[in-house]
């Protein structure tokens, strides 16, 4: 991904553009990494989203909506205390590498106006986002360090302000890179432009060299020096050319990277983008929600696997202790075999042979014996055997019935975990993993919210389809919202979310009922891509099941559908 200083430039020069003079009417922090500046200009409600994160630090104005935590951190309420209120400047780039700054005028207490520094540094583990005062100090700071061995610096409240140390060359010095490129002697250039000179990315050294017709050369020459100098100095000042075209590489069909242009240098498809701001957001916003999904549900996986692999080494448990009571049948009719041949044994024989008259030829069978035992002991000794065997395969068969219900129940809410994203969402499954037995309570989690999550709706042909997110929301659709008439789709012999066809008395066309059985598909655990069975009947048909876990039905009146997952985003209705 090109997220280097040439490409953050041109996205600093497009934020500027639109939100120097605005006023920044609310701040919030909806991730321990992350500050939203809510802007209003000109009559339009603007949100820059700054997040720090090592995996994904990204600065863009956002179109997303984000839960606040309740209780604000103290990083976000000192910047509401001095920046909320204030009229951005401008906002620039600082030390030629990628550093924004934000400059801000806002009031202090005694209504006298004072000029703040917000400063992102979007630089992978060393991300960071800083408040810094008209003197170059530090006032608060979201990520704390005496001093960093790494960066060479102390960032602390009241230290002054320094950029990172630069080793490199920056790619702003036209000077400085001449003098490079012509006492260079080697055969890499595009090796040597990555180790020597700051500011750039592969994708875009490849370019550069690309676009100057230098890409094959070992040493360039004096022509091509000046041209190479020429399209850094365009790329510097992309903004203002009709070169400027911010787009979007394709990979997997999903936004992958974020292109000041479609680079001619690589054979990636390219998709445009209205702004750099947005393709930022397609691109970078996407990995961050999958990554910030994957934080807030990690303890729910964790304690979902371990309770997964607890039940499955019970299970096999109890298998093994079922194998050993096989043999009841056998000890019974040895107890039997023996008490009606007592008068053939002698206590202290090791073994005795009789006639076993439940066969039908009557064959000769060796009864070993404990030569400690009388011969009726010994006779009892079996039936004692076959009496515990007995009482085990009761208990056990009861045991492995139960067990496997659980396990049922369990595997059922993996697929809630993976969709849940919200705190409301994630809260549900909480409850539910915590009702199964797999999750401790917890004090520290937040017990005050009482926002209940939605499922998602669907609008297709004058029908409503709604998807249930977790055990929880599928037991309220299809027991309380659904009534009798309407169509329940659930995929085959797999676990997924129920789907409910609201018919409102009328009949289902068949396109209706195959996109519901597609929905159905997506949101279970199928293999896309994969053709899928899908049940549909008549809600009226379904019954709970015995074991009384929410989301667990059963029914045997059905008709299948066989379908292709399809998430079908084009229906699904906003919330």
Avoid at 97 to 102: G, M, V
Avoid at 137 to 152: P, V
Avoid at 430 to 457: C, D
Avoid at 481 to 488: E, F, I, K
Wanted: charged share 25%.
């Amino acid at each position: 991904m090109p997220n280097d200083f040439i490409t953050l430039n041109a996205l600093c020069k497009e934020l500027n553009d639109k939100l120097s003079g605005g006023k920044i009417d609310k701040i919030s922090m909806p991730e321990s990494d992350e500050i939203n500046l809510h802007v209003r200009k000109g009559g339009e409600n603007l949100t820059v989203a700054i997040s720090a994160n090592a995996q994904n630090p990204r600065l863009h104005l956002s179109t997303s909506k984000k839960t606040n935590p309740l209780t604000a951190p103290a990083f976000c309420m000192r910047l509401r205390k001095c920046l909320a209120g204030g009229v951005i400047n401008k906002i620039t780039m600082l030390g030629d590498d990628r550093i924004f700054c934000f400059t801000v005028t806002s009031r202090n207490e005694l209504r006298d106006e004072v000029v703040y520094s917000l400063i992102a540094e979007t630089m992978g583990r060393y991300s960071n986002i800083l408040l810094v005062d008209s003197d170059g100090k530090i006032k608060d700071t979201l990520k704390q360090a005496s001093y960093d061995s790494a960066t060479k610096r102390c960032l602390l409240p009241s230290v002054r302000y320094e950029l990172p140390p630069r080793n490199k060359i920056p790619c702003t010095d036209k000077a400085a890179l001449k003098s490079a490129f012509l006492n260079y002697n080697g055969s890499d250039l595009t090796g040597f432009i990555m180790s020597a000179v700051s500011g750039f990315s592969v994708s875009t050294v490849k370019e550069l060299l690309y676009i100057s017709d230098t890409d094959n050369c070992s040493k360039p020459s004096d022509a091509q020096i000046d041209a190479i100098l020429k399209n850094l100095d365009t790329l510097l000042n992309i903004n203002d050319t009709d070169v400027y075209s911010p787009c979007c590489s394709i990979s997997d069909g999903v936004e992958d990277d974020y292109y000041i242009f479609p680079y001619k240098s690589s054979s990636y498809t390219f998709t445009s983008a209205s702004t750099l701001s947005d393709a930022v957001e397609k691109c970078i916003g996407k990995k961050d929600e999958k990554y910030r999904r994957n934080e807030h549900t990690k303890h729910l996986r964790k304690a979902h696997a371990a309770a997964v692999t607890k039940l499955r080494k019970r299970l096999e448990k109890c298998h093994g202790r079922l194998s050993e009571a096989s043999g009841l049948e056998k000890n019974k009719r040895y107890g039997e075999l023996l008490t009606a041949n007592l008068y053939k044994i002698n206590r202290g024989d090791k073994c005795v042979t009789v006639q076993d008259y439940y066969e039908e030829d009557a064959p000769d069978v060796v009864i070993p014996l404990d030569e400690r035992l009388t011969p009726g002991q010994n006779a009892q000794q079996y039936f004692k055997k076959y009496s515990k065997q007995k009482r085990t395969l009761e208990v056990v068969t009861k045991q492995i019935e139960e067990t496997s219900q659980e396990l049922e129940y369990l595997l059922s809410i993996a697929p809630s975990i993976e969709v849940c994203s919200t705190d409301d969402e994630i809260a549900e499954v909480e409850s539910e993993l915590i009702a199964a037995g797999a999750l401790k309570p917890s004090g520290r989690r937040n017990k005050t919210r009482t926002k209940t999550a939605q499922p998602y709706f669907y609008e297709t042909d004058g029908f409503t389809i709604a998807v249930g997110k977790n055990n929880l929301q599928n037991d309220k659709l299809t027991f309380k919202l659904a009534n009798g008439g309407d169509l329940w789709v659930h995929a085959k012999d797999v676990h997924g979310s129920h789907t409910i066809v609201f018919t409102e008395g009328r009949e289902i066309p068949d396109s209706v009922i195959q996109t519901a059985c597609e929905i159905a598909c997506f949101y279970s655990q199928a293999q896309p891509g994969t053709k899928t069975v899908c049940d549909y009947t008549q809600r009226r048909n379904l019954r709970r099941h015995p074991c009384g876990k929410p989301g667990m039905v059963l029914y045997t009146v059905y008709n299948s559908a066989t379908v292709t997952a399809n998430e079908h985003k084009e229906l699904l209705q906003k919330d």
